[in-house]
């Protein structure tokens, strides 16, 4: 059972360089996130994608870009990291559409590593 | 819009003992509440949660109860193990698609 698989799960990369987060799902999700996780802050929202061909911003998405490819996957850009971009980066999803949506959970992958430097 | 607000860590408990974090949220309307658990080095997994108020989630030994009237979802485990030793989140999502997080509470276990 994969659930959500997002790669790599550890990245260096030099500031200025730029670099693609991939995410897939097999469990039919429509929604998906991509969040950041820093010490003490919790976890904030970057991006979201309620459905299939529609993104919309979170929290903190300055600096992000994303696709929304097809139903199973949803990838996060940075174009020209930053050392405030070094975090771990998770991805989830979650099956709107069926039922009260604040109940529905949302599912997360295993994190990636981003150290810039 | 909504915010969460746990107790701050880390804790270190003796095997056996009781735990008790505690969460409070602020929520326009009545969000679902929830309690994500993540383990060293993976992702966060679902511990259990609640859709309306005085629901009671549990799963693994763990139980909270959804009070609207102190707006409260506070964890509790009776006999904790070496192996419940994580970081604990609480959360709460209304009807949009943010899920908003608390800042976490790491819990050690020592035999």
């Known amino acids: 059972n994969a659930g959500v698989t997002q790669t790599p799960k550890f990245q260096v990369l030099k500031t200025g360089q730029s670099m693609t987060l991939q995410c897939a799902q097999d469990m039919n999700h429509n929604s998906m996130y991509w969040y950041r996780q820093d010490p003490g802050m919790g976890l904030r929202l970057i991006y979201y994608s309620a459905s299939e061909g529609t993104t919309d911003k979170g929290e903190v998405p300055n600096g992000y870009n994303v696709s929304r490819l097809n139903k199973r996957e949803f990838s996060l850009r940075l174009e020209s990291a930053a050392p405030s971009q070094t975090s771990v980066y998770f991805c989830?999803?979650?099956?709107?559409?069926?039922?009260?949506?604040?109940?529905?959970?949302?599912?997360f992958g295993e994190g990636s590593w981003l150290t810039v430097v | 819009g909504n915010s969460v607000t746990q107790m701050e860590g880390p804790v270190t408990l003796s095997e056996e003992a009781f735990l008790t974090i505690n969460c409070t949220y602020t929520a326009t309307g009545y969000p679902s509440l929830f309690w994500y658990v993540q383990y060293p080095g993976e992702g966060l997994q679902l511990l259990l949660k609640a859709t309306k108020a005085d629901d009671k989630g549990s799963n693994k030994g763990f139980e909270a109860t959804y009070r609207k009237e102190t707006t409260s979802f506070h964890l509790e485990k009776g006999s904790v193990q070496v192996s419940d030793s994580a970081v604990y989140f609480c959360a709460s999502r209304s009807n949009d698609y943010k899920l908003s997080f608390g800042a976490g509470t790491t819990v050690t276990v020592r035999a």
């Open positions: 989830a999803s979650s099956p709107e559409g069926a039922g009260t949506l604040s109940g529905n959970t949302i599912y």
